[in-house]
């Protein structure tokens, strides 16, 4: 992670010197995967939001999990999880169809303890994943399943942005979607590649939300009684190989452990921002106490090319984001 310090400069000289560094700040992130801007005072979502479109050629509010802090959905805050418990390393939205190339923080109120953003570089994590691991995930893909349950977590309406089981239909045709009605209940099957070359620099980013999604990874108690309480074509979420076939504890446990290896922490400020480059880098929250307070932005989608997203093809380049060699 890059940092840059506004210790010095107000408001209007902070916005201008951006502006018209505008160009080595991309390029900065294009080589370190994220920015943080230090003492920067970002004092308000007006703020914030006008540091975005500065590098923002297009904002992204269809991220459905997220809660909109303004009228537009273009400032969010981020999904609602338990202040407890640690959000495991992800890319943001890689299980849909179109993701956003590029996120945006900002904090309005620090965590009283704990509650830093930990940011993981994507190119380093696929560089010392075991070849074992890495060819098995670039030939099979991975299977993000979801259950849309009354009561558990969201809904499909407010996930997808629908209002009807039609549209809900219609989003999966869409989106390289494949899905099922089990009574009122929305199953879908998403199969994504686990890792893209990025379409600046043409490296390869391991960019699967593997340990956000994986049952292991969450405490024993809840996954207990998710298997006591759901059947197995009913749990809410579930993670395959892209073949439909299981991927294996100690495997995620292997690779948890290389997250562990490269993660970068960021203690939150008050008006800190920060710029993350979501192929290059993955990102993800310690617990906390207190309170605590993120804006969030998504800017700048791109989508997974159709053939990717069918399983037991061979690997192709991602429409828009460059081509893998292996």
Known sequence: MFLIDFEEKDRFQSLEWIKKNKI???????????????????????????IVRIFAKKLYNKNGEHEA?????TVQTPVSYPKDMNLEPH??????????????FSCQI??????ATTVYDTRKYFQLLPNKIKERFMEKKVMYVRCYIDGFGLSYG????????????????????SYEWLGNILKTRA?????????????????SQINHWHQSRLEPEVRKSLRENYDVELMPRDLLY????????????????????????????????????NILSAHGRQKYTGEREILVSLSDPINFKSSLCLPNKPFEPVNSVGKITI
């Open 191 to 207: 199969i994504r590649p686990a890792a893209i070359s990025h379409p600046e620099s043409g490296e390869i980013c391991f960019i």
């Open 242 to 277: 892209g073949d439909g076939s299981i991927i294996e504890d100690s495997i995620i446990q292997e690779m948890s452990e290389i997250y562990k290896q490269i993660e970068v922490s960021n203690k939150w400020q008050k008006g800190d921002f920060m710029l993350i480059d």
């Open 24 to 50: 080595e700040i991309d390029n900065k992130l294009t080589l370190h995967g994220a920015i943080l801007l230090k003492n920067i005072n970002v004092s308000s979502s007006t703020m914030f939001e006008e």
């Open 110 to 115: 620090a965590a009283l303890e704990g509650g």
């Open 91 to 104: 890319c943001e939205n890689t299980f849909h169809f179109s993701f956003p190339s590029k996120i945006y």
């Open 69 to 73: 802090f303004n009228r537009s959905g």
């Open 158 to 177: 407010k996930t997808l942005g629908v209002s009807t089981k039609k549209e809900a239909e219609n989003y999966c045709h869409l989106n390289a979607l």
